[in-house]
């Protein structure tokens, strides 16, 4: 088996995003790249978390590969989370195009893909800076509300939003995701839009033409593809094809089912988990 790591050079340099500099880093082939590719994180979900697929990307498939994180988290936090002002919709509006740009300027001759972890393609067609893509590969993202969750998560998912959670965010003013099994810790901000979103009919279509702008992915020719694993209660399928709409009638739409794939499960994160790399070939295939 190849030695992927040995195989692969890595570069860690930051980023501007509007007022904000982004930690990253960069997964390189030994040759020269064929395509440059951008990976916009799952909400709470570190850049590292996407390594080995990084790895892989850049040893197996020639491609050079940028992983980041968004701004007031993970490597990119600078200062204490309760003075922070970020919003899901900046790492969404800002972070991720500015992510995109980087890599332009970057390899200005390679096609640009995106793969979009979650929040990471959620808000794809509403962005600017989409019309260089060549491709958007989406994966477990959706427009969902609480109530679309199968039980018993849905009763995790009223508690996250109606219970302990916004209680602490008001208390400490940040959301403490490691003291209560979310994982990560998250600015206040990102929590109440995320909340805002997940119990609104519509999620954030409510408010585009008002605090959000309309989406237009017609200004993109990028070739889609939206794949919902259907062991995921998080983002359950029929909220992935609620996305595909957003993104045309050409959008792909995949679904995933672990057996198929001799994996035994998948959910919301595991996709790009070391243990499921039988799924890699098929998340970026033609």
């Known amino acids: 088996m190849l030695d992927m790591q040995s195989s692969v050079r890595v570069e860690d340099f930051h980023f501007p995003a509007g007022s904000a500099q982004l930690s990253a880093r960069l997964y390189l082939p030994a040759g020269t790249p064929r395509v440059a590719v951008v990976i916009n994180s799952a909400t709470g979900v570190p850049r590292d978390y996407y390594q080995h697929f990084a790895t892989w990307l850049a040893a197996e498939q020639g491609m050079a590969c940028l992983t980041y994180d968004y701004r007031d988290f993970g490597h990119s936090l600078r200062g204490p989370l309760a003075a922070s002002t970020a919003t899901m919709s900046d ?63 849905q009763a995790l998912a009223r508690l996250f939003w109606f219970g302990h959670a916004p209680l602490l965010v008001k208390t400490l003013g940040y959301l403490p995701g490691r003291a209560i099994g979310f994982g990560t810790d998250l600015p206040p901000g990102v929590y109440w ?94």
Not at 101 to 110: D, I, K, S, Y
Not at 203 to 219: H, I
Not at 249 to 274: D, T
């Open 193 to 286: 839009e995320w909340r805002r979103w997940c119990t609104t009919p519509g999620a954030y279509l409510s408010e585009t033409g008002t605090r959000l702008p309309k989406p237009d992915w017609g200004r993109s020719n990028a070739q889609v593809d939206l794949f919902a694993c259907a062991d995921d209660d998080t983002i359950p399928p029929e909220c992935v094809w609620r996305l595909a709409d957003l993104y045309g009638a050409s959008a792909r739409r995949h679904l995933l089912r672990p057996k198929e794939h001799g994996v035994s499960e998948i959910g919301h994160l595991g996709a790009f988990a070391r243990r499921n790399v039988a799924l890699w070939p098929r998340l970026i295939a033609p």
């Open 91 to 153: 790492w969404a509006l800002i972070d991720m195009p500015a992510a995109y740009a980087e890599m332009q300027r970057r390899f200005p001759g390679l096609p640009l893909w995106v793969i979009g972890h979650s929040l990471g393609g959620m808000l794809g067609p509403l962005q600017p800076g989409i019309e260089p893509i060549a491709r958007m590969i989406c994966v477990c993202s959706g427009l969902v509300h609480h109530s679309d969750h199968p039980w018993p998560y």
